[in-house]
């Protein structure tokens, strides 16, 4: 495994009790960070808690601000700074046709996958700037470049999360902010028990490596992402699709 300086960073990993999210967190724990878990869920705080002990841990719904204003005080409090953040928090939401999407669940794709990275960036950003450095990494999809059927709540609310990285990159190009965002193809793991195996087996069937990716891949990568010798990428978008991404 690479060595990638984080010592001593203050990172912030939403949706980082379970999945890909644990993974990214034990990464940068390996890599010299000090990790802040946002996550919803209280038992799987608690689980981490008992196997992570130096991770702290909040119970944060990024998608209230009022939650993530709450969640940043209170890591600014016991850390002093937060120097790295990683929007990963998401959900797939429906798997169906456009004209059979419900629409409470529509919103509720969105507010978890588009209005949380918006709040955590909006939360942060301003200690970052104060601060002098950051960096902010994003995890979209692969589906929000090329739009998967029957999952269009996913795919446009991954497209948003790109856009949103691209503007930010350029917002903060003044600064020593580096904001990036990463756009796996299917990833196993507790994600996919949300999913039919008709949508696992189609999402498969456009990977030419033949697989799917394997969360401690997409963690290198982002590792890299959050350290000081990611300084001349911003507003980009880093695939990891096994092939399937050609642009």
């Given at each position: ?114 209005d ?15 601060a ?30 790109i ?20 756009t ?17 087996d ?19 990568l ?26």
């Amino acid at each position: 495994m690479n060595q990638i300086d984080l010592k001593d960073r203050v990172a912030v990993v939403t949706g980082g009790a379970s999945g890909l999210g644990l993974a990214i967190v034990e990464r940068l724990l390996r890599s010299g960070a000090r990790c802040v878990v946002w996550d919803y869920d209280a038992k799987a705080l608690a689980a981490l808690r008992g196997r992570l002990s130096a991770v702290t841990g909040f119970e944060t719904d990024v998608s209230h601000f009022d939650a993530v204003t709450k969640a940043t005080a209170d890591t600014l409090k016991q850390h002093g700074r937060i120097d790295i953040l990683v929007n990963n928090a998401g959900i797939t939401g429906a798997t169906t046709k456009v004209w059979d999407y419900p629409v409470d669940e529509w919103a509720r794709v969105f507010r978890i996958n588009v209005d949380g990275p918006f709040y955590c960036a909006k939360a942060v950003l301003p200690h970052m700037r104060a601060a002098g450095y950051g960096r902010v990494v994003n995890i979209a999809s692969v589906a929000g470049k090329d739009g998967n059927p029957n999952a269009s709540g996913y795919s446009a609310s991954k497209a948003a999360v790109i856009a949103l990285t691209k503007s930010l990159g350029k917002e903060l190009a003044d600064t020593e902010i580096r904001v990036n965002c990463v756009t796996p193809a299917a990833v196993k793991t507790s994600l996919f028990e949300q999913l039919p195996q008709s949508h696992i087996d189609f999402m498969l069937s456009k990977i030419p490596l033949g697989r799917f990716g394997r969360p401690e891949e997409i963690a290198a990568l982002v590792a890299w992402l959050s350290s000081e010798e990611c300084s001349f990428s911003t507003g980009a978008v880093f695939d990891l699709s096994g092939g399937r991404s050609t642009y």
